[in-house]
T-cell receptor
Framework: SQQGEEDPQALSIQEGENATMNCSYKTSINNLQWYRQNSGRGLVHLILIRSNEREKHSGRLRVTLDTSKKSSSLLITASRAADTASYFCATDDYSGYALNFGKGTSLLVTP | GAGVSQSPSNKVTEKGKDVELRCDPISGHTALYWYRQSLGQGLEFLIYFQGNSAPDKSGLPSDRFSAERTGGSVSTLTIQRTQQEDSAVYLC??????????????FGNGTRLTVT
């Protein structure tokens, strides 16, 4: 089942701007992960945030998690054309087995 | 080291034929997953293997779909009597799932299946 739902579905920005993507989910989780997918490729893990964490940073990425609202956001600062990709959030549905992915946000960064 | 390898990268088959998709996970990864991604859609969970435990087949869409994992390593996803709606990209992923639910997944580049 798809638990995560990303918003917006598509986002177009210019290089240097920040990109913010949101993810909402339905049930309790152990952790939430963000992945990136370039066209025609598999998904690449970006960052993981545990349910007891509220914010996490990795390079130009900042992830927040609000378990009371069952939502997360991914911020990419100072975006580059190479950031153009689809971004997916994934949750573990608390069972700890299969990750449930949303439909993704398609990000286009233009020079 | 080598990442997750999937073969073939592309497969075109006629409706009604059987297909086999192969996945070589990262060495030492105990967990293996199959997902399906239709055009413009998210990932649909199909099946999960963890060590020697019975697989979680709850995501398989019909009894035409089956998967096995031999020796805790290579996995094969088989689709029998393929239908046009089976056309999608089939993604395999592996992880170091050791009871810690926080292991990231490492994905292959997928097999693009087209049923004509």
């Amino acid at each position: 089942s798809q638990q995560g739902e990303e918003d917006p579905q598509a986002l177009s920005i210019q290089e240097g701007e920040n990109a913010t993507m949101n993810c909402s989910y339905k049930t309790s989780i152990n952790n939430l992960q963000w992945y990136r997918q370039n066209s025609g490729r598999g998904l690449v893990h970006l960052i993981l945030i545990r349910s007891n964490e509220r914010e996490k940073h990795s390079g130009r990425l900042r992830v927040t998690l609000d378990t009371s609202k069952k939502s997360s956001s991914l911020l990419i600062t100072a975006s580059r054309a190479a950031d153009t990709a689809s971004y997916f959030c994934a949750t573990d549905d608390y069972s700890g087995y299969a990750l449930n992915f949303g439909k993704g946000t398609s990000l286009l960064v233009t020079p | 080291g080598a990442g997750v390898s999937q073969s073939p990268s592309n497969k075109v088959t006629e409706k009604g034929k059987d297909v086999e998709l192969r996945c070589d996970p990262i060495s030492g990864h105990t967990a293996l997953y199959w997902y399906r991604q239709s055009l413009g859609q998210g990932l649909e969970f199909l099946i999960y293997f963890q060590g020697n435990s019975a697989p979680d087949k709850s995501g398989l869409p019909s009894d035409r779909f089956s998967a096995e994992r031999t020796g805790g390593s290579v996995s094969t996803l088989t689709i029998q009597r393929t239908q046009q709606e089976d056309s999608a990209v089939y993604l395999c992923a592996s992880s170091l799932h050791t009871g810690d639910y926080n292991s990231p997944l490492h994905f292959g580049n997928g097999t693009r299946l087209t049923v004509t």
